[in-house]
């Protein structure tokens, strides 16, 4: 079942190549002509994350979807590839190569993926082409402070402890019945469905541990407040109750802080993994923002 739930439809691959001559891996689902969305997955995730929102959004959808560096089929890059600056090149250069001059598109990132359009809000690429934003499970700043993984009241042991935790090094090995329960514990709702947990754990176990290590290095010192601010288009927001890697403490601050937040949704007692928890409402929010900014009338005028 949890590989049902990974399953991807036909698509056409093709390299993207970053600011620093890194090579991103890309997916395009769906029909050519069609209105466009592009997927931003999160720390140890890959393409397979989005897997349920691509399969539902195909049918009507081009949908754009890539493996951030170092993860899925994209390379690790070389040493001192990995950094904010890294993941709005690559969100750039994925932009350029599926793009048409002015095209515009609706933009979706989870957790790391939510940080990319952060760090890549004053890009010009990424003003040309965003239309809107949904930012998932995600946060611009204090993200180890704010973290509740660690069962400790808020101060530095608990963030201390946190940066360690998330930035371990050692391999995660195989999935088993303990690591399924550490992982749900760390990043999914309680009442999360057992195949769910599973699917989830096979992708985080997939990556590869340079990667996670890399990656949790940047996250444990991020500050993207800035771009947040930059955000200066239709942005909303989504976050679960029980999200423990990005409280909804979090997504207040964004909606407070954009210039132009279309809402807040909070979905009870989900985890950090909501678009694999809460597939359905993860592409609802999808469909409303290309209903609203990629509309009907602007497709039959771009096709006239």
């Known amino acids: 079942m949890s590989r049902h739930l990974t399953s991807l439809p036909e698509s056409r691959a093709l390299t993207a190549v970053s600011a620093d001559g890194t090579p991103v891996h890309v997916e395009v689902y769906g029909p050519e002509d069609a209105p466009a969305v592009v997927l931003s997955h999160g720390w140890t995730c890959s393409i397979a994350f989005w897997a349920e929102q691509i399969r539902s959004l195909a049918a009507d959808h081009r949908v754009i979807a890539y493996d951030q560096r170092g993860h899925g089929r994209s390379p690790a890059p070389a ?7 890294a993941l709005a090149d690559d969100l750039e250069a994925v932009l350029a190569a ?9 933009l979706a990132g989870h957790s790391m993926g939510g940080m990319t359009m952060m760090a890549a809000a004053g890009r010009p690429a990424f003003r040309q082409h965003a239309a809107a934003v949904l930012l998932c499970s995600t946060g611009p700043s204090r993200l180890t402070a704010e973290a509740t993984v660690v069962p400790l009241r808020p101060g ?31 990043t999914m709702g309680p009442g999360s469905a057992p195949e769910r947990v599973e699917a989830c754990a096979r992708i985080v176990h997939a990556c590869p541990r340079g990667a996670r290590y890399g990656w949790s290095q940047v996250l444990a010192g991020l500050d993207l407040e800035a771009g947040l601010r930059e955000l200066r288009l239709p942005v909303a927001v989504l976050v679960g109750t029980a999200d423990r890697l990005t409280p909804p403490v979090h997504a207040h601050v964004m909606a407070e802080a954009l210039p132009h937040c279309t809402g807040l949704v909070q979905l009870a007692g989900m985890g950090h993994m909501t678009p694999v928890e809460a597939p359905e409402a993860v592409t609802a929010q999808i469909r409303e923002l290309t209903l609203t900014y990629l509309g009907v009338k602007e497709n039959e005028e771009a096709g006239a």
Do not use: I, Q
């Open 156 to 186: 530095g042991p608990r963030t201390r402890l946190t940066k360690a935790v998330l930035g371990a090094k050692a391999p995660l090995g195989p999935v088993s019945a303990v690591s399924k329960k550490v992982l749900r514990y760390a």
């Open 98 to 106: 599926t793009l048409g001059p002015g095209e515009r598109a609706v």
């Open 79 to 85: 040493a001192g590839g990995y950094s904010t600056t």
